[in-house]
């Protein structure tokens, strides 16, 4: 695992329009790719996005609204570096921990907004459903 750099942006960037035009996710009608773009410079100029092999682990450190303990939120994993093949999506979920582990956190909040093509990924790596995401478009 290792810490993005802004020099990855075009790549990145890249895999976002792809990921933009297969995702079934409703809530990507809503990405808005220059606020994206910036808030992913922002995050990786405060080492909040890793690499795992060919993944993009996105993330924040922060306290929910009833702890005031900080935890890990996982924000978004995509493949970016579609060649690289040594590491999987499950081992990109399972780099959280270590992020934790680093942050000294308790707990990963992470959730599967692509309609359950990461849920067996986070099971596997003893994540435990706490409830179930919803949206609806107005």
């Known amino acids: 695992m290792r810490d993005a ?3 990855e942006m075009d790549p990145i960037m890249t895999a976002l329009r792809k990921w ?3 995702s079934t996710a409703v809530h990507t009608k809503l990405l808005h790719l220059d606020t994206a773009r ?3 410079r922002r995050a990786i100029k405060e080492r909040r996005v890793k690499f ?3 993944y993009m682990v996105m993330f924040d450190i ?3 609204w009833f702890t005031n303990r900080e935890v890990l939120i996982e924000q ?3 493949k970016v570096y579609e060649h690289d093949t040594s590491m999987s999506a499950q081992d990109a979920v399972n780099a959280l921990a270590i992020v934790a582990q680093d942050y000294g956190v308790p ?3 992470a959730g599967d907004t692509q309609t359950g093509h990461m849920i067996s ?3 596997t790596a003893g994540f435990q459903v706490l409830g179930v995401q919803l949206v609806k478009e107005i």
């Open 107 to 109: 707990a990963i909040f």
């Open 76 to 78: 978004f994993i995509m």
């Open 62 to 64: 922060g306290a929910d």
């Open 38 to 40: 910036e808030n992913i």
């Open 20 to 22: 933009e035009m297969k």
């Open 5 to 7: 750099t802004l020099g």
């Open 52 to 54: 795992v092999g060919g």
């Open 121 to 123: 990924k986070y099971q």
